[in-house]
């Protein structure tokens, strides 16, 4: 994993090649799926939990109705609505009280207005109580576990039992708090809507539940929901990319493998609870899950394999991702490709899903070697970013991301500018010739064929996509270069022909050999093979050498000066010889420090200096 490189404080998010992330100024992530990190499970929230077609009521929560004239209840409904939110001072509980008292006690109240009352009575305790000073919460907490064995109104029962899980909330008791929101969230006639249970579920466990979920976890196997809940919430994706680094990371690994050691344990002891008929399907999902994030690939492989082709789990989106990445992980490459490509094409798929799986295969076709491939779904990345602005799905905080995408779009780039060839660009278009985006795959070509002296082509692409001020200028490359090169020519017109085509390049930088549609002026922070420590050897050592490449050949000063080298050669102490020699230095002096090569053109300046003062 490369760590985000920090300038300036302003921070905007643009997914797949718009280029910005959170907590830096821009994004410099790349070739992310070498990192075992990226093929963690997806993360789960509350939302994941919920079942289909759930009825909910929607009636008035206990004193929140209006009318009633002016009976006790009335009232008490009454002075209830003056505290139903928070308020920024205390209250008189003893006018309250005494207000309740008297609805309490009229005779002529119907056994749902009597259940309303108590409700009530527990609800000012509630709202008085504190969790530094509890003892109005328990009161009420007592009160409402009192009611809920009585009561028969499924509103006020439904209310009760949310209200008696915020007191568990307040008072620290999360697991108490989860299991009845969880309840509620798939129970039928619930009286509490489905955005408040989703939120309470949030507030109580956060991300993935923290150290109280795993103090508690045991106590989640009740139940095969509570179990499967807590499992994969525990087993959530946790990225600090701003954090990790060497230091200590041996015992953050360890610390990890501990935990979810001790998760498997617990899901072998209960395996028969989810076994049945509730937990169909869990089993499988949550082993595999819990061994990726043991580091453990083979064992996920190995519970895949006893899962049977014709089990409906093999097509859920968790299963084709778990099993993609065990099988890269294992570095069986190949095999990775199906049931990424399931995945990516399942209407079942969310579209952060079908991202992650488009990234994935961007990397499985890195490995196998299918470059037209490769562009396909680098491209899909960029399109699908720019249409459907799916960066906005993704969670606030960075490291509680399901997938960190490379969001940078280098992959991309780099992919577009050094390490296709232009015949595999070329193929690209052949093979996709009307995909989205595929404007900028034409750009590239034609920028990559200018660099091989092959303008006439150049322009005509450029022409084609409307690329109105390259076009021309690859014209007068054309020209310029045919002059150049042309074997009729005495010697001084030959020399002048190479100084007017050097002299053309050198003022045109960034504007005929480098590609200005991809790098956003960042690329530097791209090319850094040297220091990916997750690339094989074999891989950083081809690495290096595009990028060396890449440099030499988009660098125009550099390109104008390797031209007028040879004609200050050629043409010796003369004229044209001396001019060539002080534009090559004013190039030598203009190439950017992103070039490398410094201590070349240190020489060069020194020797052309010395040459000119002779």
Same mark, same amino acid.
């Given at each position: 994993?490369?760590?985000?490189?920090?300038?300036?404080?302003?921070?905007?998010?643009?997914?797949?090649?718009?280029?910005?992330?959170?907590?830096?100024?821009?994004?410099?992530?790349?070739?992310?799926?070498?990192?075992?990190?990226?093929?963690?499970?997806?993360?789960?929230?509350?939302?994941?939990?919920?079942?289909?077609?759930?009825?909910?009521?929607?009636?008035?929560?206990?004193?929140?109705?209006?009318?009633?004239?002016?009976?006790?209840?009335?009232?008490?409904?009454?002075?209830?609505?003056?505290?139903?939110?928070?308020?920024?001072?205390?209250?008189?509980?003893?006018?309250?009280?005494?207000?309740?008292?008297?609805?309490?006690?009229?005779?002529?109240?119907?056994?749902?207005?009597?259940?309303?009352?108590?409700?009530?009575?527990?609800?000012?305790?509630?709202?008085?109580?504190?969790?530094?000073?509890?003892?109005?919460?328990?009161?009420?907490?007592?009160?409402?576990?009192?009611?809920?064995?009585?009561?028969?109104?499924?509103?006020?029962?439904?209310?009760?039992?949310?209200?008696?899980?915020?007191?568990?909330?307040?008072?620290?008791?999360?697991?108490?708090?989860?299991?009845?929101?969880?309840?509620?969230?798939?129970?039928?006639?619930?009286?509490?809507?489905?955005?408040?249970?989703?939120?309470?579920?949030?507030?109580?466990?956060?991300?993935?539940?923290?150290?109280?979920?795993?103090?508690?976890?045991?106590?989640?196997?009740?139940?095969?929901?509570?179990?499967?809940?807590?499992?994969?919430?525990?087993?959530?994706?946790?990225?600090?990319?701003?954090?990790?680094?060497?230091?200590?990371?041996?015992?953050?690994?360890?610390?990890?493998?501990?935990?979810?050691?001790?998760?498997?344990?617990?899901?072998?002891?209960?395996?028969?609870?989810?076994?049945?008929?509730?937990?169909?399907?869990?089993?499988?999902?949550?082993?595999?899950?819990?061994?990726?994030?043991?580091?453990?690939?083979?064992?996920?492989?190995?519970?895949?394999?006893?899962?049977?082709?014709?089990?409906?789990?093999?097509?859920?989106?968790?299963?084709?991702?778990?099993?993609?990445?065990?099988?890269?992980?294992?570095?069986?490459?190949?095999?990775?490709?199906?049931?990424?490509?399931?995945?990516?094409?399942?209407?079942?798929?969310?579209?952060?899903?079908?991202?992650?799986?488009?990234?994935?295969?961007?990397?499985?076709?890195?490995?196998?070697?299918?470059?037209?491939?490769?562009? *396909?779904? #680098? /491209?899909?990345?960029?399109?699908?970013? &720019?249409?459907? %602005?799916?960066? $906005?799905?993704?969670?606030? =905080?960075? @490291?509680?991301?399901?997938?960190?995408?490379?969001?940078?779009?280098?992959?991309?780039?780099?992919?577009?500018?050094?390490?296709?060839?232009?015949?595999?660009?070329?193929?690209?278009?052949?093979?996709?010739?009307?995909?989205?985006?595929?404007?900028?795959?034409?750009?590239?070509?034609?920028?990559?064929?200018?660099?091989?002296?092959?303008?006439?082509?150049?322009?005509?692409?450029?022409?084609?996509?409307?690329?109105?001020?390259?076009?021309?200028?690859?014209?007068?490359?054309?020209?310029?270069?045919?002059?150049?090169?042309?074997?009729?020519?005495?010697?001084?017109?030959?020399?002048?022909?190479?100084?007017?085509?050097?002299?053309?390049?050198?003022?045109?930088?960034?504007?005929?050999?480098?590609?200005?549609?991809?790098?956003?002026?960042?690329? *530097?922070? #791209? /090319?850094?093979?040297?220091?990916?420590? &997750?690339?094989? %050897?074999?891989? $950083?050592?081809?690495?290096? =050498?595009? @990028?060396?490449?890449?440099?030499?050949?988009?660098?125009?000063?550099?390109?104008?000066?390797?031209?007028?080298?040879?004609?200050?050669?050629?043409?010796?102490?003369?004229?044209?010889?001396?001019?060539?020699?002080?534009?090559?230095?004013?190039?030598?002096?203009?190439?950017?420090?992103?070039?490398?090569?410094?201590?070349?053109?240190?020489?060069?300046?020194?020797?052309?200096?010395?040459?000119?003062?002779?």
């Amino acid at each position: 994993m490369r760590t985000c490189k920090h300038i300036g404080r302003l921070c905007a998010f643009a997914f797949a090649g718009l280029a910005i992330v959170w907590a830096c100024a821009f994004d410099t992530t790349l070739r992310e799926y070498l990192d075992a990190r990226f093929w963690l499970p997806f993360s789960k929230q509350a939302a994941h939990f919920e079942r289909p077609d759930i009825q909910r009521a929607s009636e008035p929560f206990a004193g929140m109705a209006e009318g009633g004239g002016k009976s006790p209840l009335a009232a008490l409904r009454a002075a209830y609505r003056e505290i139903s939110v928070p308020v920024a001072s205390g209250f008189d509980l003893a006018s309250k009280r005494r207000v309740l008292a008297a609805a309490r006690a009229d005779q002529s109240l119907t056994l749902k207005e009597r259940e309303e009352v108590d409700l009530i009575d527990a609800k000012i305790d509630m709202r008085v109580g504190q969790p530094d000073e509890p003892q109005l919460l328990l009161s009420a907490k007592e009160k409402l576990n009192r009611f809920l064995s009585t009561a028969q109104t499924p509103e006020f029962l439904s209310e009760a039992r949310g209200w008696l899980a915020r007191i568990h909330f307040l008072l620290g008791e999360q697991t108490a708090a989860g299991k009845i929101y969880l309840d509620e969230l798939n129970r039928n006639g619930s009286n509490l809507s489905r955005e408040t249970i989703l939120t309470s579920l949030q507030m109580t466990y956060r991300y993935d539940g923290g150290a109280d979920l795993l103090a508690h976890l045991e106590e989640y196997f009740d139940t095969p929901e509570h179990a499967a809940f807590a499992i994969q919430l525990v087993t959530n994706p946790r990225w600090d990319r701003m954090g990790w680094s060497s230091d200590g990371k041996d015992e953050q690994v360890h610390g990890a493998r501990q935990t979810f050691a001790r998760v498997a344990a617990l899901l072998e002891k209960h395996a028969e609870l989810l076994r049945s008929e509730k937990g169909a399907n869990a089993l499988a999902l949550l082993a595999m899950r819990v061994a990726l994030r043991m580091g453990d690939p083979p064992a996920a492989l190995k519970i895949a394999s006893r899962v049977s082709s014709r089990d409906p789990v093999r097509a859920e989106p968790d299963f084709l991702w778990m099993l993609a990445a065990s099988r890269f992980l294992s570095r069986q490459y190949a095999a990775t490709e199906a049931p990424l490509l399931k995945l990516f094409r399942s209407s079942g798929s969310s579209d952060s899903q079908k991202a992650a799986a488009a990234y994935a295969l961007c990397g499985v076709y890195q490995k196998t070697g299918n470059v037209v491939e490769q562009i *396909r779904f #680098a /491209l899909w990345l960029r399109a699908a970013a &720019r249409r459907e %602005r799916l960066s $906005r799905s993704t969670p606030s =905080a960075i @490291e509680d991301q399901t997938i960190y995408w490379a969001a940078s779009g280098w992959d991309l780039s780099l992919l577009l500018d050094a390490e296709a060839s232009p015949a595999q660009l070329a193929a690209f278009l052949e093979r996709y010739p009307n995909v989205p985006e595929v404007r900028l795959v034409r750009y590239s070509l034609a920028v990559r064929l200018s660099r091989e002296h092959r303008y006439e082509e150049a322009a005509t692409i450029f022409e084609s996509i409307h690329a109105l001020r390259r076009s021309p200028r690859m014209r007068q490359m054309a020209a310029l270069h045919a002059q150049a090169n042309r074997t009729d020519l005495s010697a001084q017109a030959a020399l002048e022909a190479r100084y007017r085509l050097a002299e053309f390049i050198s003022a045109n930088p960034d504007r005929i050999y480098f590609n200005d549609a991809l790098w956003m002026r960042l690329q *530097r922070y #791209a /090319l850094d093979a040297a220091q990916d420590g &997750r690339l094989s %050897r074999p891989e $950083r050592e081809a690495q290096i =050498a595009r @990028e060396r490449k890449l440099k030499d050949e988009q660098e125009e000063l550099w390109r104008a000066y390797l031209i007028l080298r040879e004609v200050v050669r050629d043409a010796g102490n003369t004229a044209i010889g001396r001019d060539a020699a002080r534009l090559a230095l004013t190039c030598l002096r203009r190439i950017s420090d992103r070039f490398g090569r410094q201590s070349e053109i240190r020489h060069a300046d020194l020797e052309l200096s010395a040459w000119l003062r002779r």
